[in-house]
């Protein structure tokens, strides 16, 4: 069934592209596989705080969208956006971009030398 769909979908997606399709399709697939995990991530700190609360008999995080389910989507872009009084927003900036390029660079890297038929170090 989803081989029959790609071969509908991807020759024309691939004329489109010409040279690109091979990067664009490899991001496709990266989104398409941490997406879920980061939404994942997010609802389950969300559950978390929602049971502490009510272990410390107290509401919880209630404040954005129905039941507050919109909570960790406005945690995350308080995350992106927020920096402290005073602070220096292009350092902050380059010093968590070089983080997280250094973490997904370290990862790649991984991803590329554990495949079949290679040295495991």
């Not at 399709?21 to 978390?48: D, G, N, Q, R, S």
């Not at 402290?84 to 900036?93: K, T, Y």
Request: net charge positive.
């Amino acid at each position: 069934m989803m081989d029959q769909l790609l071969a509908i979908v991807l020759p024309p997606v691939q004329a489109l592209l010409g040279p690109l399709f091979p990067l664009v399709w490899v991001l496709v697939k990266i989104v398409l596989i941490i997406a879920p995990l980061m939404l994942c991530v997010a609802y389950l700190t969300f559950w978390e705080r929602k049971v502490i609360g009510w272990m410390q008999v107290r509401i919880g995080p209630n404040r954005v969208g129905p039941w507050g389910l919109l909570q960790p989507i406005a945690d995350g872009i308080k995350l992106f956006l927020h920096f402290p009084n005073g602070g220096r927003q292009d350092i902050v900036r380059r010093g968590s971009d070089i983080g997280a390029g250094t973490g997904t660079c370290g990862m790649g890297g991984r991803t590329v030398q554990s495949g079949l038929g290679s040295r495991q170090y």
